[in-house]
Nanobody, 130 residues
Framework: QVPLVESGGGLVQAGDSLRLSCVAS????????????MAWFRQTPGKEREFVAA???????YYSDSVKGRFTISRDNAKNTVSLQMNGLKPEDTAVYYC????????????????????WGQGTQVTVSS
């Protein structure tokens, strides 16, 4: 069973909004989901996976400069879900978006590194036309 499942991607026009959701598998996370830091990354062909946003188990949030003020990450521990509300989408936001989970004590200093994440979803495509 895939530990994280993303949904909500699609084709939109510049300026539109999308809301991505990620559901964490009960088999993998059980009642421990609230202990995980959660993040969204994105990737385009030929490029490395890029940090987008993260939310600690404590609900402190982090954003990349490219999405700050436009995207909002949130979590619902009761539903084992993390969401990414994306407003004011731009063509450069086009990518496959991945959900990821990590358990690290030094997360405040490492949240933007893809290699610190223990679990990943399969991704959802977001395409923004100009």
């Amino acid at each position: 069973q895939v530990p994280l499942v993303e949904s909500g991607g699609g084709l939109v026009q510049a300026g539109d909004s999308l809301r991505l959701s990620c559901v964490a598998s009960g088999r993998t996370f059980g009642r421990t989901f609230s202990n995980y830091h959660m993040a969204w990354f994105r990737q385009t062909p030929g490029k490395e996976r890029e940090f987008v946003a993260a939310v600690k188990y404590s609900t402190i949030t982090y954003y990349s400069d490219s999405v700050k003020g436009r995207f909002t990450i949130s979590r619902d521990n009761a539903k084992n879900t993390v969401s990414l509300q994306m407003n004011g989408l731009k063509p450069e936001d086009t990518a496959v978006y991945y959900c990821a989970a990590a358990q690290r004590t030094d997360y405040s200093n490492t949240y933007y590194w893809a290699r610190v994440y223990d679990y990943w979803g399969q991704g959802t495509q977001v395409t923004v036309s100009s």
